[in-house]
């Protein structure tokens, strides 16, 4: 069975030595991480992330969205960054790279769907280890997250933007949940479980739009921030 092997490793006794070594290189490599990860995305300039799934093929509705998206925040100044992957990724990256934008990729070392695409900026391509990393980069560098259908880990990009955002950790942005079909269900059960379990307040479903267009998810980005000081610089 896949893992059983890092199961079993993870249960051998280790000396001390052994521990310490391993966890000090650790850290060394987090760093690494960290640090590339600031020194690049720190010059270029406002952004928006595109999410969703890396299964995504290119005559899928949700590829041409994704596309378009990424033309029209383009042609609005800002750069786009993505996962580096392919499926809804790669359609972020081709969208903004055909339009002449920035496209940014944030590649994952997976051992088996993951592998950077072709749209990406080669001076903006950024290949991490951890997820964690990388989740902080997305963060702390975007100015507004567009969600468009994918798994898990579109999932987990998302309810922690919520969550940063709901719990006062991070000022708020835009999140934008495209493809109403996909989403309303899941969204419906949040307003229907957690919010009649009093588990969420009313506010936060304020936190996010749902949209179906290309149009309208570029124009909530741009219309948030036409009332602050943040304007596109490039």
């Not at 579109?154 to 109403?180: N, S, W, Y």
């Not at 936190?207 to 980005?221: F, G, K, N, Q, S």
Request: hydrophobic content about 40%; aromatic content about 14%; glycine content about 8%.
């Amino acid at each position: 069975m896949i893992g059983d092997d890092k199961i079993r490793n993870a249960f051998e006794n280790k000396n001390w030595q052994e521990i310490k070594v391993t966890d000090s290189w650790q850290i060394f490599k987090i760093m690494a991480e960290f640090v590339d990860g600031f020194e690049k995305l720190a010059k270029i300039g406002p952004c928006v992330s595109i999410f969703g799934s890396a299964r995504t093929p290119q005559d899928s509705k949700y590829y041409k969205l994704a596309e378009d998206i990424a033309r029209l925040l383009t042609e609005s100044g800002y750069g786009v960054i993505s996962g580096g992957g392919p499926g809804i990724m790669e359609a972020a990256n081709k969208g903004a790279y055909e339009a002449g934008g920035k496209s940014v990729g944030l590649n994952i070392e997976l051992p088996f769907e993951q592998f950077h695409n072709k749209y990406i900026d080669r001076d903006k391509l950024l290949e991490f280890d951890y997820f964690f990393v990388r989740k902080v980069m997305f963060m702390k560098y975007s100015q507004g997250y567009i969600v468009l259908p994918g798994g898990f880990g579109t999932m987990d990009e998302l309810f922690e933007a919520i969550t940063l955002i709901q719990t006062g950790k991070i000022a708020r942005f835009p999140i934008v949940l495209v493809g109403k079909a996909y989403w309303e269900p899941l969204m419906d059960w949040v307003k229907n479980q957690m919010l009649a379990e009093k588990n969420i307040s009313a506010d936060d479903l304020n936190l996010y739009r749902l949209v179906d267009t290309a149009e309208e998810a570029a124009e909530h980005i741009v219309r948030f921030y036409e009332k602050y000081v943040l304007k596109p610089n490039f």
